[in-house]
């Protein structure tokens, strides 16, 4: 099964000042947004195959869309995230069925390693119904200057049958983070987590 | 330095059924909202990593609230996560302060917890809503476990205000029919597997 895809959204942001002071380097963020058909709408289907083929299919084509609308190359992108909100005539576990089980691994080949788990959320809602995609460090998830989050909302999506669904990516943290805990520069980014 | 506490929000998600047959055990999934004072909003402060100290004993009251509303005892605890919402005088890294006292608060109460608590934050006007990433206690890739729940108190946060967020669930997602690894084959090492 191919997706069967309505429109694509791509948004970055950049920060370049924060409180009167200049972000320097700037941080920057991009998401990468499907709209899909949801094709098990409806009903109750056991076997979610189909939309997991899609999840695969997704992660490579907004991976790659993502990091290159931020114009840097695959391993200078620094944290990633993961969504979806599924329309009303859907179940959540259509968003499990695409986020899970395959979308990973593309989204990993389109930023170069990616060592640590990619943070997700995902929700039923409505067309314009804004969901957080939260962002962690790519290969050590202890980060902490990177945990962050990126709100995505489409005016007009997901309708009932459709699923929205959302990659974003950065090439640094939070502006001027000041918590403490590890850095990207101390981590040694082999078991994922620190 | 100091949060000055207006008030505490709860949210109870209770679901048995999910298109297909019934469930066999409800899905408890809650979250509690504490509003509190921004005492760095309007300014850049350079200084913020003291205050997360003073925030643990609001990260371990706010977890006892919601296991209380939940009326389920540590045990029954599944999974967790939690959030920040920064009113818009703030700025996102006032957010972050809450990483260090929201994990423990819920550690010290659930006990010897393995895995990472996932988190999101963001900044956001009055009535904003908050998606907050759920995972498994203790390990990160279970993948029935992975949930969501949103937060939205309606008249937090104010500009000066930070929304400081903690949800937990008792189980996996309803149907939860992704494969991966499942909660009876943890190893409990790591914190992912």
Redesign the interface.
């Known amino acids: 099964m191919t997706a069967k895809i309505r429109k694509i959204i791509t948004i970055v942001e950049d920060t370049v000042r ?4 200049d972000v320097d380097p700037v941080t920057r963020k991009a998401a990468a947004i499907a709209i899909i058909e949801n094709p098990c709408a409806g ?2 289907v ?1 076997e ?1 195959e189909g939309l ?1 083929r899609i999840g695969e299919e997704l992660g490579d084509l907004l991976g790659r869309r993502a990091v290159n609308a931020l114009g840097v190359s695959p391993k200078e992108i620094q944290s990633y995230g993961k ?1 979806a909100v599924v329309g009303d005539a859907g ?3 259509h968003a ?2 695409i ?3 395959r979308l990973g691994k593309p989204l990993r080949a389109a930023v170069e390693k990616g060592a640590a ?1 990619v ?5 039923m809602g409505a067309a314009g119904t ?7 460090h790519k290969d050590a ?2 980060v ?1 200057s990177h ?3 990126m ?1 995505v909302r489409i005016h007009d999506a997901p309708r009932g049958n459709e699923i929205l669904v959302a990659v974003a990516v950065t090439d640094s943290g ?8 590890l850095t990207h520069e101390d981590a040694e980014s082999n ?3 620190r | 330095m100091t949060f000055t506490e207006r008030k505490t929000f709860i949210a109870l998600d209770r679901s048995t059924h999910e298109f297909g047959p019934p469930s066999e055990k409800p899905l408890l999934v809650a979250g509690i909202c504490g509003v509190v004072s921004n005492p760095f909003a309007g300014r850049h402060v350079e200084e913020l990593e003291p205050a997360m100290k003073e925030l643990e004993p609001l990260g371990l009251r706010l977890a006892r609230e919601l296991l209380d509303a939940m009326a389920c005892s540590p045990d029954a605890i599944e999974a967790y996560g939690k959030g920040a919402i920064v009113g818009t005088a703030g700025e996102l890294e006032h957010g972050a302060l809450w990483h260090a006292p929201g994990g423990y608060g819920m550690r010290q109460l659930l006990g010897d917890t393995r895995a990472i608590v996932p988190s999101t934050k963001k900044v956001g006007p009055l009535g904003a809503t908050i998606d907050i990433p759920l995972a498994h206690v203790n390990a990160a890739y279970v993948r029935s476990h992975f949930n969501t729940m949103q937060l939205q108190v309606p008249d937090a946060p104010r500009p000066d205000e930070l929304v400081f967020c903690l949800a937990m669930a008792t189980g996996p997602r309803i149907h939860a029919r992704m494969g991966g690894l499942k909660a009876n084959d943890i190893v409990g090492k790591d914190g992912l597997r």
């Not at chain 1, 943070?119 to 929700?123: L, Q």
């Not at chain 1, 939070?174 to 805990?181: E, K, L, N, T, Y």
């Open positions: 924060e409180m009167d002071r009903e109750f056991e979610l997991m969504a179940e959540l576990e499990a069925a986020l899970h089980p788990l943070p997700s959320a995902k929700k804004p969901i957080d995609v939260p962002l962690g998830a202890y902490r945990f962050d989050g709100e939070r502006p001027f983070p000041r918590v403490g805990g078991d994922g987590l």
